[in-house]
């Protein structure tokens, strides 16, 4: 006689679900968190800096990718924290440059608030990095 036996996870398809919804938050909570913090610091209004927040992520997603595809940094930087600080050294430039296009007369002001709005990831990236291994 065959008994079948329940996972031990819950819901398999719940997990399915998570990992599946996850991209799509972090599309959500990205741009909204850096379209604050370009608020907080007087970039501009809350819509423009929204926008220019999702065209910041768009961009910076796109050709980051494309840079990893064309220079294969891992085998440039073997280590892959070192992957990951050029990689967010470039994302604030290419944000810095799209700032710009949004408002060219703010120059000193649109380095400002590229930094500003990848410190949080890179206060994550500090925490990821001291945790245990």
Do not use: H
């Amino acid at each position: 006689m065959l008994v079948s036996r329940l996972p031990d996870v819950a819901a398999p398809d719940a997990v399915l679900g998570v990992f599946c919804l996850l991209p799509l938050v972090l599309l959500i909570v990205g741009p909204l968190t850096k379209a604050t913090v370009l608020t907080m610091l007087k970039w501009d209004a809350f819509r423009r800096s929204l926008v220019a927040a999702l065209v910041m992520n768009l961009v910076s997603s796109v050709l980051l990718i494309v840079l990893s595809f064309v220079f294969e940094f891992n085998i440039y930087l073997p280590n892959v924290w070192l992957w990951v600080i050029a990689a967010s050294l470039i994302s604030v430039f290419i944000e810095y440059g799209v700032l710009t296009l949004f408002r060219r007369d703010a120059a000193r002001q649109n380095l400002i608030a590229a930094w500003a709005v990848n410190a949080p990831g890179f206060v994550a990236l500090l925490l990821l990095s001291l945790l245990p291994q």
